[in-house]
């Protein structure tokens, strides 16, 4: 049975941690599912992590669609909760309604997320009271990251600490149906999780959130060159598939080369009839060359 936003505010009330990863099509989307996440993010990460771009910022509403219907399709258990891009959301509560009812209609994810605190608390309300559970995220808000001067830890002072609370409490009483924290310090990610009844989500954010929330391919070794790749501190390595990956490809260049590959267990031989008319062929072509 599929996990559903309810599911998730029932796991904070039960004590049991929520597990959260990234995923951008189908095939990482069934593995992620069939690895037992409890839900699935297609983020608008995918701008940095599989288009290439410096920042989300350059993510549209098309690409947000194309990879939430590939995970949508691949995921069977997890809640797929589809990432608002930048600008489809802040121009006016009805434009960032329709976007959000498309990633639901046509991309098919079952909740959607967006940035922002008390600034966007207003449009969540109208979300909600459409039908789509929304998921906030405070904090490190990617897709203002040039506004807050990069990558960086946020909410360092308590002026910003408090404002990082007002902002988790303006959500809550908006409808949020849970709360990604990404890039706060542990202490106070874990005091939000306290005063607010909904899930939060961490990354960067300590072990005191109701759950986590990591990047597939920051996880698995896949994220830039495998050699000389930056691990965020926020993260762990779980596996190096980008090395494997590239020991693979790099034998199946030699083989090709060295004409290892395909070996006769790679090919088809056909039928006695096919090689005789192959045969004959070669032949009349040999008599062809010779009178030539």
């Not at 290439?52 to 995921?75: E, F, I």
């Amino acid at each position: 049975m599929a996990i559903t936003a309810a599911d998730l505010r029932a796991m904070k009330a039960g004590g049991q941690p929520i597990t959260m990863v990234t995923a951008y099509d189908y095939p990482s989307a069934r593995l992620v599912d069939a690895a037992g996440v409890d839900a699935i993010l297609v983020g608008d990460t995918l701008g940095m992590v599989v288009l290439g771009h410096s920042s989300t910022v350059p993510v549209t509403m098309a690409d947000m669609l194309h990879h939430t219907r590939a995970v949508a399709r691949g995921a069977s258990r997890a809640l797929v909760v589809g990432d608002m891009p930048f600008l489809s959301y802040q121009v006016t509560p009805e434009e960032a309604l329709r976007n959000a009812a498309a990633l639901v209609q046509q991309g098919g994810a079952a909740a959607i997320k967006l940035e922002g605190g008390r600034a966007v608390a207003s449009t969540v309300r109208r979300i909600v009271e459409a039908g789509i559970p929304v998921m906030g995220h405070v904090g490190l808000t990617p897709q203002a990251v040039h506004q807050l001067g990069g990558f960086r830890l946020q909410a360092k002072t308590p002026p910003a600490a408090q404002a990082l609370i007002d902002d988790a409490l303006a959500l809550e009483e908006a409808g949020v149906f849970a709360l990604v924290l990404e890039l706060v310090p542990a202490p106070l990610a874990a005091r939000v999780t306290e005063r607010i009844s909904r899930p939060t989500i961490g990354i960067g954010a300590g072990a005191g959130c109701d759950g986590q929330i990591q990047v597939l391919h920051d996880l698995i070794g896949l994220s830039g060159d495998p050699e000389h790749d930056h691990v965020p501190r926020h993260t762990r390595r779980f596996a190096e598939l980008g090395k494997l990956l590239r020991e693979a490809i790099a034998a199946y260049v030699q083989e090709v080369r060295e004409g290892r590959f395909p070996a006769p267990e790679n090919a088809f031989g056909g039928s006695p009839d096919l090689r005789a008319f192959v045969e004959a062929d070669r032949a009349e072509g040999s008599r062809s060359t010779r009178v030539a």
